[in-house]
């Protein structure tokens, strides 16, 4: 397959997210999602302790590059009453591989970014009980908002770094990094295990407590220390 081949109609522009200090576009190949990896967060689940991590996948085109100092927008999605805010570190893949081992890892980073797992809670609940895949509750349009990356050598103390939201002005969620069950490396490992990375991979490593709902009108403010600030408005 070539960009010359003749397609029966003009395929789609991958997502570029922007990196920070050039005038470069990340282009999305996959985004991948760690689920319940931080120890307080699996307990407002109702969950404890370090079950193995795993991972759930968005769609490439559900995600929402927002500029720095913008404020990006989101429509409410359909179907759900509850819609949740998660913010998470995005780990940005530059090189890919298959069974990377941790200490491997992160030469395999390319950068860094914060993004918010925006999820129909009630929808994913539903599913869950019912024992079907989560697709509806996470992976719909536009549930990935996301900043601009951050490259690695840029942000070496991220693995200490403070995460916090704001809805509102009101902190929501607030954690370290450093409190990770999995860490970046152990997830790069564990999730190289099952698909091999490609460049362009982005990962959603997991949300720390607080998740909530948010409604039409709400401003969200996603930060973590060292990275460009995300700020998003639910449209
Ligand atoms: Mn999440």
Not at 30 to 51: D, I, L, P, S, W
Not at 86 to 105: F, M, S, Y
Not at 136 to 165: M, T
């Amino acid at each position: 397959m070539t960009a010359s081949a003749d397609f029966c109609f003009p395929p789609p522009i991958p997502v570029g997210i922007p990196v920070q200090g050039t005038s470069s576009l990340f282009p999305v190949h996959r985004v991948y999602c760690v689920g319940r990896n931080y120890v307080e967060h699996a307990k407002e689940m109702g969950f404890t302790g370090r079950e193995p991590p795993f991972f759930f996948l968005k769609p490439a085109d559900a995600v929402v590059p927002v500029a720095e100092g913008a404020t990006g927008r989101i429509p409410y999605p359909s179907l759900t009453h509850n819609l949740h805010h998660e913010v998470e570190l995005v780990v940005a893949i530059g090189k890919g591989g298959r069974n990377i081992a941790a200490v491997d890892a992160l030469a395999h980073v390319f950068g860094y970014a914060v993004g918010l797992d925006m999820t129909r809670r009630d929808l994913q609940g539903e599913m869950k009980k019912q024992g079907r895949p989560w697709c509806i509750g996470k992976a719909f349009d536009a549930s990935a908002p996301i900043g601009p990356i951050c490259q690695a050598n840029q942000v070496p103390n991220i693995a200490q770094a403070r995460i916090q939201l704001q809805v509102n002005g009101v902190v929501k969620q607030t954690s370290h990094i450093s409190q990770l069950i999995w860490n970046i490396s152990e997830t790069i490992e564990h999730l190289s295990a099952a698909w091999e990375l490609q460049p362009g991979d982005l990962i959603f490593t997991g949300t720390p407590e607080g998740v909530d709902a948010v409604g039409r009108g709400d401003t969200l403010v996603a930060q973590v220390d060292g990275l460009v600030t995300l700020t998003l408005q639910i449209a």
